[in-house]
């Protein structure tokens, strides 16, 4: 799976054109005679970013659990002179490659708006790695190229996401789920049907029927195992990946969808966290 971040996304995540650059700037480790061209507001000394845990507000921008950290960046250019260089006025915007993954885009767009001088502010968002396995780190390389007078200054940035260790509420942040999109009449609510794998999903019923319980129709899956995605039949089935039958909710994504709908990136990740996280009765 593939987490969606749309094109609409990407430009709010671009930033503005600052009118100052920050005093603590740093040139990016490229070509010692060019490296002062294009400097960077970060942490320390290297574009090498400490890895971000998923939701961690000190170094994901958005503060939330939702399977991607938010880098803030900043790009200047005309800023200091360093050991061996001097600024010059940037030819045109800097180049970013690749440009495949969000991060990339978006970093390409923030740089887009600066000008010979002063800095942009970017927010990268790197999402984690999604599948029936778990919740992996991402780690997104980028080389980011600068020219002046001729000559460039090429820098590299690494930035790595981590699945969050703090597990959703089952309560306030599961059970919801379950209710609006698994719980519907014909599916998971009421009475289960005799020898159908339909377990109840409401409030108050939806916890002990899941967590530890085998499949019905595959007494040696557990449809919860808490801890162990690769082990949730659940998590199979709501991936749509290595599983017999149909993905759920069922008709997702293409139809005829369920009255409830389908369940969105964020949703996903919310029960895949608490699974990872040990899937807690909280």
Not at 113 to 128: E, I, N, R, T, W
Not at 192 to 203: F, N
Not at 210 to 235: E, H, M, R
């Amino acid at each position: 799976m593939r987490l969606t971040i749309s094109v609409v996304s990407l430009a709010l995540l671009a930033g503005t054109a600052l009118a100052d650059c920050a005093p603590n700037c740093v040139a990016g480790g490229g070509p010692k005679a060019t490296d002062c061209y294009l400097q960077w507001g970060v942490a320390g000394t290297t574009l090498t970013l400490p890895p971000c845990e998923d939701g961690n507000a000190a170094c994901d921008a958005d503060g939330k659990i939702d399977g991607i950290c938010t880098f803030a960046v900043e790009a200047c250019a005309g800023g200091a002179a360093t050991d061996g260089c001097t600024p010059a006025a940037l030819a045109g915007a800097p180049t970013v490659a690749p440009t495949s993954t969000p991060a990339g885009q978006a970093l390409s767009t923030a740089l887009g708006g600066l000008g010979a001088s002063g800095c942009v502010d970017g927010q990268l968002p790197v999402p984690v790695k999604v599948s029936v396995k778990g919740l992996k780190q991402a780690v997104v390389k980028l080389k980011v190229t600068a020219t002046a007078n001729g000559k460039k200054d090429a820098d590299k940035l690494k930035l790595t996401c981590l699945p969050s260790t703090t597990a959703p509420s089952f309560s306030t942040d599961v059970q919801p789920i379950l209710t609006t999109k698994c719980a519907i009449a014909g599916c998971h609510t009421g009475t289960p049907i005799p020898g159908l794998s339909a377990p109840t999903l409401d409030a108050g019923q939806a916890y002990a029927n899941i967590v530890g319980q085998p499949v019905p129709q595959f007494p040696k899956k557990t449809l919860v195992q808490g801890g162990l995605v690769k082990k949730s039949y659940l998590a199979a089935k709501i991936l749509g990946q290595k599983i017999q039958g149909l993905q759920m909710p069922q008709g997702c994504p293409t139809g005829p969808l369920p009255s409830g709908g389908c369940l969105d990136d964020a949703q996903i990740i919310t029960i895949l966290t608490w699974i990872q996280a040990g899937a807690p009765n909280n």
